[in-house]
């Protein structure tokens, strides 16, 4: 079962990812921070979010002894991006269908699970 999940967590990170740098771009600019245009324009970050999540994908199947840091950092990746699924929900931003506020914050109680499904299926099974 947890091969199942990290090879199905694989293959969702690599097409959102893919998603992040060609056909979604502009939906997942609503879930950039304002705070981040510091740094770089929000379609840099929706470039280089895209970049690391098909390399994570990628790394879960290519990678099997490394699972378990993999794991931890995709653990990492999902909770640094929250702080966007709390903007997109408090500045009501509209994008991939949440364009009501029960949508969004619907939305914020699925990182949480995106956090475990990565930890989960990466753990070594224990005998």
């Avoid at 981040?36 to 099997?64: I, N, R, W, Y």
């Avoid at 993999?70 to 009501?92: D, H, M, S, T």
């Amino acid at each position: 079962m947890r091969t199942f999940a990290r090879w199905l967590l694989a293959g969702s990170l690599v097409f959102a990812g893919l998603s992040h740098l060609f056909w979604g771009r502009r939906e997942f600019q609503a879930q950039v921070p304002d705070f981040t245009t510091k740094v770089m324009d929000k379609d840099a970050v929706v470039v280089a979010s895209g970049v690391v999540e098909v390399m994570l994908g990628a790394s879960l199947v290519v990678l099997p002894r490394s699972r378990s840091t993999l794991g931890a950092i995709l653990a990492a990746f999902f909770i640094a991006v929250f702080p966007g699924n709390l903007e997109q929900y408090a500045k009501r931003r509209d994008g991939f269908g949440l364009d009501t506020d029960a949508k969004r914050l619907v939305r914020l109680f699925f990182q949480p699970a995106l956090v475990a499904w990565a930890w989960w299926s990466t753990r070594p099974p224990k005998d």
